[in-house]
């Protein structure tokens, strides 16, 4: 069974740092590096919002709002990537999830960003 769960979530004021991370569990290396993986948010009531992405080679995108905040890596080897976030700000606070597209209906429990003073 497939499986992510993200970590590294937690309140933070204004200008703050978190580092995100995800593990993968139930995906075969070959098929972890098959894809790109990605960041995405949610806050309640609104859609889902892809944040930053990044290919196996480690090509990166972000959504203009984080761009030169936000860094996405991976961790092939291990099957994780992480999401370093800094200057963080309110409109940053959602859930934060991970997912790998071939696996597009699995969602893992999130991890909570608030940012607040």
């Known amino acids: 069974q497939v499986r992510f769960v993200e970590s590294g979530g937690g309140l933070v004021v204004p200008g703050g740092s978190l580092r995100l991370s995800c593990a993968t569990s139930g995906i075969i290396t070959s098929v972890f590096n098959s894809n790109a993986m990605a960041w995405h948010r949610q806050v309640p009531g609104k859609q889902r919002e892809l944040v930053a992405s990044?290919?196996?080679?480690?090509?990166?995108n972000y959504v203009d709002s984080v761009k030169g905040r936000f860094t996405v890596s991976r961790d092939n080897a291990r099957k994780r990537i992480f999401l370093q976030m800094n200057d963080l700000k309110p409109e940053d606070t959602a859930v934060y999830y991970c997912?790998?597209?071939?696996?597009?209906?699995?969602w893992g429990q999130g991890t909570q960003v608030t940012v607040s003073s």
């Open positions: 997912n790998h597209p071939n696996y597009p209906h699995t």
């Open positions: 990044i290919t196996v080679r480690g090509t990166t």
